[in-house]
């Protein structure tokens, strides 16, 4: 758990859910590799939504993981992003849980719309704000059919950005439907 400088307002969210979470994962087979069809999905919600960045993230008790990855050159490595999350030489796909908001997202189980991160204590001292230079933040919890919130669909921006109500409907509704492609693939229906 991070906490901001003068100790009173914790930042990384308690995540009770956790060790079901990781195992509902482990049970799908989700969170361990990158998987096409999420950098697919990841890439059409950054052109739905006109973002530089999105993810199809799954979170454990320790990391964030982007199973699907969209960055603003159009790879899948997230050296850009991903490098300055994770330091010098870091690895893309991976990020600590104390770094960004889909930590918040997945405990509060509703999304969550940052025009100006800079806005909200609580997340103005996130570390991506220095580290990364992200300023605005758009996500939705991915919660299958058990009720487990498995993670999260975001998309981030280095610039302030006026999502609104229009940006909200559209990422609640993009995770709705990773989640029906999910349950398909559990169900052997692709």
Known sequence: ?????????????????????????????????PEPAFDEFAHRLADVTGAPFSMVNF???????????????????????????AGAGGVGRFMARDHGYCPHVVVRRKALVLEDVCDYPRFAGNPVVDEIGIRSYMGAPLIDRTGVALGTICVVDTDVRPWGRAGLETIKAMAAELMEQINRREDGRF
Do not use: C, W
């Open 59 to 85: 979170i454990d008790e320790n990391r964030q993981f982007f199973a699907g990855l969209h960055t603003p050159e159009g790879t899948h490595s997230g050296s850009d992003l991903g490098a300055a999350a």
């Open 1 to 33: 758990m991070t906490y901001d400088p003068t100790g009173h307002l914790l930042l990384t969210p308690i995540d009770k859910d956790a060790p079901a979470r990781v195992q509902r994962l482990h049970e799908l087979g989700l969170g361990e590799r």
